[in-house]
């Protein structure tokens, strides 16, 4: 009996609690404690804590520290936009996206030095990553193809015309046997080699499409934006146009990056890499990959 009478006065504890709680701390966490031998209850909100969210890296950003100079984020004092910029050792900068992309870039003072005019550095071999004089690795092979097939056809020959006299000796017949598989081998080498150069060709036809369809894509977005920029001056924006010309310029941004990747698949295409393209692909993709994600996010004012 007096079990069953502590039980109920501990009901009613807890319903009082919840309902003066809930009446004075609103969604405040309420912890109500009833025990016995018999039972102990506990009611309250559970409040589970995210992590901070973390956003990816700026490739941007990355880029100009990697080459060893500082990276700091700039306001307008009109706009109050935020930008990155790259900032060199004599205090100049660029803005971070426009020296990523190489359209702007920072040349050191060149120390002047008694006694020599070769104010362009010093000459020598011109191994310093340029593009090569080399031809299509496909057409090389193709070339190579042929000629095994004519130096082989040249060998053959005399057998072939002492076995319509009918005067191939038997040592002579067996060599005409081998020349011939040979001269087999060697034609469905230059058919495959001749197939290959097709595919080159074709290949970089792709390239070429897919450059020409950025770059109109490029003149869309740039028409677009001064459509904009002239809803503007005349006083007729309209509601989205700020995060339209924002997201427009990512867009553009996105363009030039795909265009160089492009250029330097080319190259690989060609067989005229430079020694530095495996590196740069890679920081061009990741670029992409930041830059779409951040219009996916809603980006912000700096990117």
């Known amino acids: 009996m007096k079990r069953s009478a502590l039980l109920a006065a501990c009901l009613l504890l807890i319903l009082g609690s919840s309902w003066v709680g809930g009446a004075t701390f609103g969604d405040e966490p309420r912890l109500s404690v009833c025990s016995s031998s018999a039972s102990v209850t506990i009611t309250g909100n559970v409040v589970s804590e995210m992590p901070p969210f ?49 359209t702007c870039s920072y040349t050191p003072p060149t120390p002047a030095v008694a006694g020599t005019l070769d104010l362009a550095g010093s000459g020598g071999d011109e191994e310093d990553g340029g593009p090569g004089e080399g031809s299509v690795e496909a057409e090389a092979a193709a070339t190579a193809a042929s000629a095994a097939v004519k130096r082989i056809e040249e060998e053959i020959a005399p057998l072939l015309a002492k076995e319509l006299d009918g005067t191939l000796t038997p040592e002579e017949a067996a060599n005409l046997s081998e020349k011939r598989l040979e001269l087999l081998e060697a034609e469905v080498d230059l058919i495959e080699a001749e197939m290959a150069v097709l595919a080159a060709e074709r290949d970089l036809s792709e390239l070429k499409d897919e450059s020409l369809a950025l770059k109109e894509e490029a003149l869309a977005l740039t028409l677009e934006k001064k459509e904009i920029e002239r809803r503007g001056l005349l006083g007729l924006v309209e509601e989205g146009d700020d995060a339209r010309q924002t997201e427009i310029d990512i867009l553009l941004l996105i363009v030039d990056l795909r265009l160089e990747a492009l250029e330097i698949e080319g190259r690989a295409l060609a067989g005229t890499s430079w020694p530095e393209d495996e590196e740069r692909l890679r920081e061009l993709n990741e670029a992409i990959d930041y830059l779409e994600a951040e219009m996916e996010g809603g980006g912000g004012d700096e990117v």
């Open 54 to 102: 973390k956003p990816a890296k700026n490739p941007a950003a990355t880029f100009c520290v990697n080459e060893g100079f500082t990276h700091e984020i700039r306001i307008d004092p009109v706009t109050g936009a935020r930008a990155g910029y790259c900032v060199f050792p004599d205090e100049s900068g660029c803005e971070e996206w426009a020296f990523f992309r190489g």
